[in-house]
């Protein structure tokens, strides 16, 4: 199984049905097979903050909720996961292409690359770090029963190389 594919797989598994995206470049395969699919509300989003904020009323209107976005959004983010999401106990998955990884060739990409592991960890935001497609699929399974369970938002960081 492929990256992508395994990304929308562990989606769909564990039935996933309302997802808001930031365009990423990376994510572009797995936005495209969630776009195929009737069974998953998509809500393209021109800012994390907004798409934290749809999916916050998504899931208190029974909706199993992620984002799909990229790190450097994870800095506008800040306020409304530490305001909301933790503070209502709000769940929601993360899928963020991690730049400014190991084989990233845009320079500025760098620093925020280095500071997303710091900000989840700042945040107390459990995350997991897959170098297989298999992992992966394992990784979004676990963290989304842990959302579930702690009603807390959980991570995944796809770096450069998980590509």
Same mark, same amino acid.
């Given at each position: 199984?492929? @990256? &992508?594919?395994? /990304? %929308? ?11 808001? @995206?930031?365009?990423? /470049? =990376? ?10 699919? $009737? ?6 989003? !021109? ?11 998504? %899931?208190?209107?029974?909706? =199993? !909720? ?16 530490? @305001?909301?999401?933790?503070? %209502?106990?709000?769940? /929601? ?12 060739? /845009? ?16 945040? =107390? ?11 992966? %699929? =394992?990784?979004?399974? &676990?963290?989304?029963?842990?959302? $579930?369970? $702690? ?13």
């Amino acid at each position: 199984m492929d @990256s &992508s594919k395994a /990304i %929308y797989k562990a989606l769909k598994d564990n039935n996933i049905n309302f997802i808001v @995206s930031v365009p990423c /470049i =990376n994510l572009a395969r797995v936005l495209e097979m969630i776009d195929q699919d $009737k069974e998953i509300k998509h809500i393209p989003v !021109t800012r994390e903050e907004e798409g934290f904020g749809i999916a916050a009323g998504a %899931y208190m209107a029974g909706e =199993n !909720t992620a984002i799909l976005m990229q790190n450097s959004g994870l800095g506008n983010s800040i306020n409304v996961i530490a @305001s909301l999401y933790k503070l %209502y106990r709000i769940p /929601i998955l993360m899928i963020i292409s991690h730049r400014g990884t190991r084989g990233e060739f /845009i320079t500025a990409q760098i620093p925020m690359g280095e500071a997303t592991p710091l900000i989840l960890e700042a945040l =107390n935001i459990p995350y997991h770090v897959p170098s297989t497609p298999e992992e992966a %699929y =394992n990784n979004i399974r &676990s963290a989304w029963k842990l959302a $579930k369970a $702690k009603k807390h938002p959980t991570a995944i960081l796809l770096e450069v190389s998980f590509w």
